[in-house]
Each structure stands twice: as structure tokens, then as C-alpha cells.
């Protein structure tokens, strides 16, 4: 499985936010996305999701092309957003179960791969709940429900820890390290970057709508001739010159 980002250009209006972004995901890899606010992170995101038409170039996930069969692009990726989706009239369950039918899964199979996942984040009580009423951190944990019972190719991920307890960030990363070791990408978005040292293989740093540099810490390293220094050290002085918005 290869997630290729090719010569995309692209935003919101008629001024591009992100240009010539150039990556590809490879299988059983956790990958860091990560810049400063406003460097183009979530419209990169927005763009791979499909959310956005892009000005110029192509995205595919295992040959599939984003603009030639959208329906089996999608169903190739799960996305966990930094705030979560939840919809008032839905319990916990009902939650579950559109998620399966949006990925053609049937209820069973879906409550199967919930089980474990409910236990984990201690959500198994609460399935008749509706989780408008949850914490904010309880109603991430639903959207990690949600999109680790799909088994996609790909785990879109922006922010994944922002509410969430020690015990519910701990369970999220070995969830990304066990879908990593069954052969599954994940991309994430964060700023927490002594984290994203500690679990990603690689990164792919934004600024200012470019990336600046791609690679594993040591090629990241080496790029900027940081021998040695944290990715938080790189990470400041390849965006010292960007502005935050």
C-alpha cells in the first residue's frame, strides 16, 4: 500500500494556503505531520480527505485516484478530527453502527471490533448514552471508536491527543504502534513533538504551505546539519522564520 500526494496546490479561495506538496505514505509507517499554526497542516488534511478540490495535482491511496473513484478512496482511509463529530440524536452505539454503514460493515462485525476498544477507553457502560452529554475527552475517545473498528489502509489523525486523560493518550499510541505492526499507515497532525520523536518513523514538516523537510530524525538531522539535536531543536530552527496564525 502507497499513499501518494503528488504536486498538490491547493486551499480555500483562489490563493493557495499549500504548494507543490510532494509525499508518499508507505505501508506499516507512522508518519508526523507537523508546522506551526497556519503552516497548512489541516488543508493538506482536508485535501487528502477529499473535503477540498485541490487547484493542481493528484492524490491516490494504493492506485486508487481520489478523482477517478471517490467512494473506494475514502473507504481506503478513517479520520479522527481535533474536534470531535458528534451528533446529538445518537447514542454511543447508534454512533457505531453509522460508522459500519458508511464503510459497508455489517453491525456484528462492527461490534466485534468495538468490544476491545469500548474496554479500553472504559466506554463499555455507556452505549445507550448519547455522547452529546460526554466530557470532551470521552467524545474523542468515541471518534477513535469510530474510526479504528474500519481497519482502513490509512488513519488520518490531526491532533489526537488534545483532551484526552495519560491512560486515554497512552491507549491511543498503542493503538496507532499495533495498527503500524499489522502492516497500516498512519499520518498524524501534532504538536507535541517530543511524542511524535518517540512514535513516528518519519516527518514531514510544513511552513508556510511548503514542506521544508522530510525524513526520518537522522535524515532530518543530517538535512539541516543538527547532528544530534531533538526534533523539537530542528522544528524551531526550520520555522524560525514563520509566522503564527
Known amino acids: 500500500m502507497t499513499v501518494k500526494v503528488e504536486n498538490l496546490t491547493g486551499g480555500y479561495g483562489k490563493t493557495p494556503v499549500i504548494n507543490n506538496i510532494n509525499f508518499e505514505l508507505k505501508s506499516g509507517e507512522i508518519v508526523g505531520l507537523i508546522g506551526l499554526n497556519g503552516a497548512g497542516k489541516s488543508t493538506t488534511i482536508k485535501h487528502m480527505l477529499g473535503?477540498?478540490?485541490p487547484m493542481q495535482g493528484k492524490l491516490s491511496i494504493s492506485n486508487v485516484d481520489i478523482n477517478e473513484d471517490v467512494e473506494n478512496y475514502r473507504k481506503k482511509l478513517s479520520y479522527i478530527p481535533e474536534s470531535p463529530v458528534i451528533y446529538d440524536e445518537l447514542t454511543l452505539q447508534e454512533h457505531i453502527y453509522m460508522t459500519a454503514m458508511a464503510y459497508?460493515?455489517?453491525?456484528?462485525?462492527?461490534?466485534?471490533?468495538?468490544?476491545?476498544?469500548?474496554?479500553?477507553?472504559?466506554?463499555?457502560q455507556e452505549l445507550g448514552?448519547?455522547?452529546?452529554?460526554?466530557?470532551?475527552?470521552?467524545?474523542?475517545?468515541?471518534?477513535?471508536?469510530?474510526a479504528f473498528i474500519v481497519n482502513p489502509e490509512l488513519y488520518i489523525i490531526d491532533e489526537p491527543f488534545l483532551g484526552l486523560d495519560p491512560l486515554g493518550i497512552q491507549s491511543m499510541l498503542d493503538l496507532m504502534?499495533?495498527?503500524?505492526?499489522?502492516?497500516?499507515?498512519?499520518?498524524?497532525?501534532?504538536?507535541?513533538?517530543?511524542?511524535?520523536?518517540?512514535?513516528?518513523?518519519?516527518f514531514i514538516i510544513l511552513d508556510k504551505g511548503e514542506i521544508v523537510a522530510i525524513g526520518d530524525l537522522a535524515s532530518l538531522q543530517s538535512q539541516t546539519g543538527m547532528t544530534d539535536k531533538t526534533l523539537d531543536e530542528i522544528y524551531i530552527h526550520v520555522t524560525q522564520g514563520g509566522q503564527q496564525s
Open 177 to 202: 504502534v499495533e495498527k503500524k505492526e499489522e502492516g497500516r499507515t498512519v499520518l498524524m497532525s501534532t504538536h507535541i513533538l517530543a511524542t511524535a520523536e518517540k512514535y513516528c518513523d518519519r
Open 104 to 124: 459497508g460493515i455489517d453491525r456484528e462485525t462492527a461490534m466485534e471490533r468495538a468490544e476491545p476498544l469500548l474496554q479500553t477507553f472504559r466506554l463499555k
Open 51 to 53: 473535503l477540498l478540490n
Open 129 to 146: 448514552i448519547f455522547p452529546s452529554h460526554f466530557s470532551k475527552g470521552m467524545k474523542q475517545k468515541v471518534m477513535i471508536i469510530c
